[in-house]
């Protein structure tokens, strides 16, 4: 693939949804706040809180994006500061994933059987059409496609299994580049809050390089063996060991959800990976199959044990991608037609329906698009950018371009299967992050939340919150500016603000000695309804002021 057409088809991927957006609810809003927070000097870096309640133990994405607030801070506003890193982590997994499916497709058991005449792919030029498949199919990949733009630990996670996966291609093409990266790979993973699967990658990749034929692959076990235990020792000394197996997932109902979330979160590559594993099942122990697949189960594994954790799941995409792109070499020119169309006919629609949205915005019509746009985000007026226009008209544009290509009588790749899985989804993400992310911004951030809240609680007052979620602690702090106590109940506080989440069916009761103000909606949310209190009597001046 033209590298020019690559490098654009990352950019549309990654760039869009790092600018002009607040954090959103709720994992990402989370990590936000313990990164800020330690950045600002308001925690510490070995124990951030939110409110007073401390992390989980993955400090290491905390220090990352905190590092980035501090060193951007005369520049750059936290949350997007916060968000940068996070953004080259997602180009590095990207990265990761093409090199290391390079580095199998150079392996002669992967390489095309040599024609009796010749005149077959030059070694190289076949491992860069995988590779470029690889790619594809990981932009593709409907699971990455907003947890991959968050600033959470777990992209911090992706990035390490994704490092690891390289480590283990390249341990006989790029030897000290490989025990670099092993090196680091399994214990940021642990450090980042996955240490379990640091291990358990650490002990399966062990066996795949002892049983390689390639002589440094089999040097490569104790520099495996060396990381493994640095990984466990930089989970015990971050505390970073906590048991997260869910409970109750396998009843009927549940057992159909992860049925579900497998289907749609590692589309498309799951058919494809299948096909590979079908097409090379006597190669199953082959370096090209067996070091992808390992990582694909064991993510899978971790899924299942957390009761169908779609994070856990996210991070066998990388390696499912890998899997997927040797499915490419061995599909039926039916097969390939039916992805083009598929592709064409659903993405063709979502981008109708996005500029549909658009449309009713700014001009009110159609009516129920419009009436729908207000129900998600109520109280939003429409706004017009000309840069933002013509960006999605550009990549609406380019579309049509290359379904015009695809479909046209030409010669094609071995990636052309995925070039428009990957270009629908780059043109969907690229639409709304542009068109919509104004309305989008407003319905999934706590803004409107917190302002209403300020017409009731003045910014410079203490606010009580026991019980209620980090993420809505976060806003507090940092869109709000009030001062956060989330530890002590509502007899034992000495803020004069009382905020409980509560619901219709569940109303809260603090006691006597605090008067209702007032209850708001995130939005028109029933299951997020914060009630304001204020204490019915102010105390002696002794008292408030211990």
Not at 125 to 153: C, F, K, N, V
Not at 284 to 313: F, Q
Not at 338 to 349: G, N, P, Q
Not at 502 to 518: I, N
Request: proline share 7%; hydrophobic share 55%; net charge positive.
């Amino acid at each position: 693939m033209p590298r020019l057409a690559l490098l654009l088809f990352c950019a549309a991927y990654v760039i869009p949804g790092v600018f002009g957006r607040d954090p959103w609810k709720s994992a990402d809003i989370t990590a936000f706040g313990y990164m800020v927070n330690i950045a600002q000097g308001r925690t510490g870096w070995l124990a951030p809180t939110v409110g007073g309640l401390p992390a989980d133990a993955a400090l290491l994405p905390y220090w990352i994006g905190a590092g980035f607030i501090k060193l951007l801070g005369p520049w750059v506003e936290p949350a997007l500061a916060a968000r940068i890193p996070f953004a080259l982590l997602l180009v590095l997994v990207l990265v990761l994933t093409w090199y290391s499916t390079y580095h199998l497709a150079r392996t002669e058991a992967a390489q095309p059987l040599p024609f009796a005449f010749g005149g077959e792919a030059n070694p190289i030029d076949y491992a860069r059409a995988i590779a470029d498949g690889a790619l594809l199919a990981l932009i593709a990949s409907l699971g990455l496609l907003q947890l991959g733009h968050e600033t959470t630990p777990e992209l911090a996670q992706l990035a390490s299994v994704s490092l690891f996966v390289y480590a283990l291609a390249a341990s006989p093409f790029r030897v000290l580049a490989a025990r670099v990266a092993v090196l680091v790979a399994l214990p940021a993973l642990a450090a980042s809050g996955a240490p379990a699967i640091a291990v358990a990658l650490g002990v399966a990749g062990g066996f795949v390089c002892r049983a390689s034929g390639y002589e440094p692959a089999r040097r490569f076990v104790p520099w495996i063996a060396a990381a493994t235990v640095l990984s466990a020792g930089a989970a015990l000394a971050l505390g970073a060991w906590a048991w997260r197996i869910g409970a109750g997932a396998w009843s009927l109902a549940g057992v159909w959800e992860i049925l579900r979330l497998l289907a749609w979160f590692t589309w498309p590559a799951w058919p494809l990976a299948l096909w590979t594993l079908w097409r090379w099942r006597g190669q199953l122990s082959d370096r090209h199959i067996a070091i992808p697949l390992i990582g694909v189960l064991v993510s899978l594994i971790a899924c299942l044990a957390m009761g169908g954790s779609e994070r856990a799941l996210m991070l066998g995409l990388p390696p499912l991608a890998v899997l997927a792109a040797f499915a490419l070499p061995t599909l039926q020119r039916s097969t390939a037609a039916a992805i083009d169309w598929f592709s064409v006919c659903f993405f063709t629609l979502a981008a109708a329906a996005i500029w549909l949205y658009y449309v009713a915005i700014q001009t009110g019509v159609p009516a129920k698009a419009a009436a729908s746009i207000e129900r998600v985000a109520p109280g939003y007026v429409p706004s017009f950018s000309v840069v933002t226009l013509a960006l999605a008209a550009a990549g609406t544009l380019a579309w049509l371009w290359l379904v015009k290509w695809r479909t046209g009588r030409n010669r094609h790749p071995l990636w052309k299967s995925l070039v428009l899985p990957a270009s629908g989804v780059s043109l969907c993400w690229l639409l709304v992050m542009t068109l919509l992310l104004a309305p989008l911004d407003q319905a999934r951030s706590y803004r409107s939340l917190i302002q209403r809240i300020a017409h009731r609680v003045p910014t410079s007052a203490c606010v009580a919150a026991p019980n209620m979620a980090r993420a809505q602690l976060v806003a507090l702090e940092h869109l709000g500016g009030y001062r956060v106590d989330a530890r002590e109940t509502p007899e034992a506080t000495r803020c004069d603000y009382l905020l409980l989440t509560e619901t219709r069916a569940r109303p809260a009761a603090p006691g006597a000695s605090w008067r209702l103000l007032a209850r708001e909606r995130r939005n028109t949310s029933e299951d997020e309804i914060t009630a304001i209190y204020r204490r019915a009597a102010t105390r002696p001046a002794a008292t408030a002021n211990r």
